[in-house]
């Protein structure tokens, strides 16, 4: 078992050279306080001093902000020079001469100092930053012994503290006006959320008009609160526990940005996770998921124990790890039995580790011995990995997250990062403020439309499942207007495809003027977008859900790689195709070979040599055909011949679209395993319920939306005493296929080992490197940044016809209104962890948006109960009027269980990958004033559940 | 019995649409087929296969040759 706390990686305190890194070839020699130093030409003074070992007192300057030099504690002497600059605003010259302590220098700073202390509350042995305090760390450097001015002078002692924030306090006594929240908030988060009021001595802080934080724009990062060199802003968890007394690096567990960060702990109790200035996706940023929300890793409604039932209309037997594997194990393999091999699979989740992934479709193959395994990617990015294999010859997004910043030109298409990505749509507003243009493409009027400082260039406002018919629009304006890159695409793609592509597109069917009467969106503002993107330098194409989820998802991630070969957008900063991954780690999950038909790396089963690698490294026959997915597997189970599933870490019954469909299919199985932190929804049609573990209780590694690599690790014990991976071991063990490993390094090892893209990753490697992009082998021993930088992974890019197919999912008479879903920043997915922490606050339900016009007709008002209905079922939601939907649309989040937005979700799916189509589902809405049917039989069986639990679990 | 025919139909015939952009039926049969051999579970094509035996009018011409060249 897991639970050496020897292991422990830790961290000692972060480094801070005062101003953020020049980005310069030529380099600057200069000698501070007579050592020689050379740095890149732009340094500031500050940083060359910290960088030779030189700590000049700051108060103001922080690495991760542009300088500001108001607090004037960072004096220097330049030889040669008169007066004493603030070394954070002064850039380096070659040849200068530094003295960074003198006699002068100590009194000017200790004068300074006075002032500050003056007016600041002399409480240290009990203010919570007692110990992570700049200003008691900097009184205490620069020697301030007295306060001439005594405390009774005008002062904001008695200022009031807004403890609004669920996660953090502001207490403006406390400020020293430093203005590193303020920066910290255009800069690094660009909410803009805070002022600095009034002017000299009055100047003070303000979060939007003298709001209290939780009513402001503020969207709760926390940029502001690292940021604070002193205890005004502090995080609520410090205040009640006190400063962390170690630091573990590790991965936030949310979203495809995969930010790092440290986990700041005492002892077991983690006190608070901070973003790592050194982490490559974030660079020291976070969100309020990542930042904050952690507390439901502790949260009561974890299950700890093991349990086991008959079927599922009995009360939960709480059982030893032992019996429950035995139990698991035998039920499946009589299934197997009775049924047939084939009769069993597993779904592993894209919340889970690589290694742990790995070793679920590594049972299936081997224990099960068939391919019955899927992902729940299926239901969120399945269209990416064919749609990018099938033109460019693999599976995953072609940059950094950093080659934003060197885009012209950037095209949003179904999706919202300020909600879904917030830290990449933090850099990416960063750009759009230094000047890149905008092209959103969304039914929905996104924040990104319009934000503080940047706005679209274009919204192209196109109707719910329609995307196929705009890409194809673009791509005939750019075809027809000559505008391609021919260059490109002769030297680099495939000529035959090519001109079969060029014939397609060109066709009138395919041109803007043709499409408006289907897209909605005017031929003038595609053609000029089309112009906008083609004439770019650099253009770069983000995109979500918002593609993938429809009945032409795969269709549509090919149509936008062909619109980025037509116009040569590979292969370098700036460019490509980008796809933002929900949850963290549907890349990897895709990657370890959770589907059915491939092998790790993305090698189909077909493939006789890749199939014979793994056979002789697993002693097993593999199956060349490829098995059922997930709606495969709901379907085959109604017919009574998929009789038994494992589940690892996803809630299908709440996840998956039409859930009654889905819970007929869960109802008619003879076993199901659910994996889970808690009993979620479809624990209640489970038969073995497994205790997982959170990402802080294991060891292993997530892959972003970037194919980064990075590291989890452990900062406790698990709760349940087994790790995930070693759970699915033991299963695979009882069922006949030994699995045994000692720790999840030796799982990664065996991934390099039969994956070309990840020969060379190891943990070792990625202990050096911090994180490390895929393909990572003997060609690129330190990763990959940018993909298809000389030629495409395939070779030669294959352009593909993608013919507009209209979606069954239209409006008609009985069901004229098109429904599509998204999500909301402070909650995540199912909502499983973030409705088990504060979180809940921002967002307390799932509400339903619809445009005043269309709810004017109904009757229906702001805040009222609203049925919604389709083919597949009803639910009732609370209505919010808003004109961010056009007329015709509806919108929802699915956070909620007792929402049912998956009720009407309907079965109709991507026709390449069987990608659910959750974002157009045609229904009515219409003013109700009590809950749907669907509604009352959830309460009345959350209720029944409650009851079938061990009424004592130990644990 | 095996899956409900009516969804693999259905399925079957969206591929079908989808490599519809030219009218050289040949052409769109043998990518259906390969579609279908690479990423459908036997059981379902032999579901398609058996029913495409008894009821071929009732599918597109290009999935009626594509089911020809079905793997089971
Ligand atoms: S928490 Fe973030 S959004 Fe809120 S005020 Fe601070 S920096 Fe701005
Ligand atoms: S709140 Fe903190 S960061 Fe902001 S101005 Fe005051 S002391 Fe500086
Ligand atoms: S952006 Fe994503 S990865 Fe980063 S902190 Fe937020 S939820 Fe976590
Ligand atoms: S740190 Fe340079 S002026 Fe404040």
Known sequence: MNGNMDNFYQVGREHDYGTPPADSENSVSLSIDGARITVPEGTSVLRAAALAGRQIPKLCAVEDLSAFGSCRLCLVEIEGRSGYPAACTTLVAEGMAIATQTPRLAELRRNVMELYISDHPLDCLTCPANGDCELQDTAGAVGLREVRYGYQGANHLAAETDASSPYFSFDPSRCIVCSRCVRACDEQQGTFALTVDGRGFDSKIAASQDQPFLDSECVSCGACVKACPTATLTEKSVIELGQPDRAVITTCAYCGVGCSFRAEMQGDQLVRMVPNRDGHANHGHSCVKGRFAFGYANHPDRITQPMIRESIDQAWQAVSWEQAIAHAAARLKTIQNHYGPKAVGAISSSRCTNEEVYVVQKMVRTAFGNNNVDTCARVCHSPTGYGLKTTLGQSSGTQTFDSVMAADVIIVIGANPTSAHPVFASQMKRRLRQGAKLIVADPRRIDLVESPHTRADFHLQLQPGTNVALINALSHTVISEGLEDTDFVASRCDTEAYRTWREFISAERNSPEAMQGITGVPAEQVRAAARLYAGAGNGAIYYGLGVTEHSQGSTMVMGIANLAMATGNFGRAGVGVNPLRGQNNVQGSCDMGSFPHELPGYRHLSDRQTRQQFEQDWQVVIDPQPGYRIPNMFDAAINGEFMGLYIQGEDLAQSDPDTQHVHAALGAMECVIVQDLFLNETAKFAHVFLPGSSFLEKDGTYTNAERRISPVRQVMPPLSGMAEWEITCALSTAMGYPMHYAHPSQIMDEVARLTPSFAGVSYARLEQQGSLQWPCNETSPNGTTFMHVDEFARGKGLFVPTPYVETDERSNSRYPLLLTTGRVLSQYNVGAQTRRTPNQQYHVEDRIEIHPSDAEVRGITDGSWVGVKSRAGETVLRAELTERVQPGVLYTTFHHPQSGANVVTTENSDWATNCPEYKVTAVQAYPVNQPSAWQALFQQQAKQQEELLPSVLPG | ?72
């Open chain 2, 1 to 72: 019995m095996t899956v409900n025919i009516d969804k693999l139909r259905k399925m079957a015939e969206q591929i079908t649409a989808n490599m519809a952009y030219t009218d050289d039926q040949t052409v769109v049969a043998s990518k259906v087929a390969d579609h279908l051999n690479r990423f459908w579970d036997p059981r379902m094509k032999a579901a398609l296969r058996d029913y495409a035996s008894a009821h071929s009018a009732e599918l597109s011409p290009a999935l009626r040759k594509a089911v020809m060249q079905l793997d089971v």
